[in-house]
């Protein structure tokens, strides 16, 4: 229990801070959408382990759905691995040709 404790703070570690770091400007939104798509697995996965043992509860079963969790988090790992980065993306910033105000309302608005 305790290294599973252990290992799932260094994932929240990871996720949540990258989404300051990448988008200050846009964290809180960046989180809600990734929230909202994490919470899908919530209702698709019952779904898919009841099709997949229903009638047939053996340790094959669910050898079965573990190794495709496993098979999934290394796909994961590998895409985050090759294509994330920290680095504060452009979309981050104000269009230029916005109003000077207009760009310190949306700063102001990002800092509280």
Not at 14 to 28: E, K, M, Q, R, W
Not at 56 to 79: K, P
């Amino acid at each position: 229990m305790v290294l599973a404790v252990m290992f799932i703070s260094g994932m929240y570690i990871g996720f949540l801070t990258n989404h300051v770091d990448i988008a200050p400007n846009f964290s809180g939104t960046l989180i809600a959408l990734t929230n909202t798509c994490a919470t899908i697995p919530g209702f698709i996965v019952p779904a898919f382990v009841g099709a997949l043992t229903h009638g047939n509860q053996s340790v094959w079963r669910w050898q079965l759905i573990f190794a495709i969790t496993a098979g999934i988090y290394v796909m994961e790992f590998i895409f985050y691995t090759i294509f994330a980065s920290g680095d504060v993306q452009t979309w981050n910033q104000p269009k230029p040709g916005k109003s000077a105000q207009e760009a310190a309302r949306l700063t102001i608005d990002t800092k509280i």
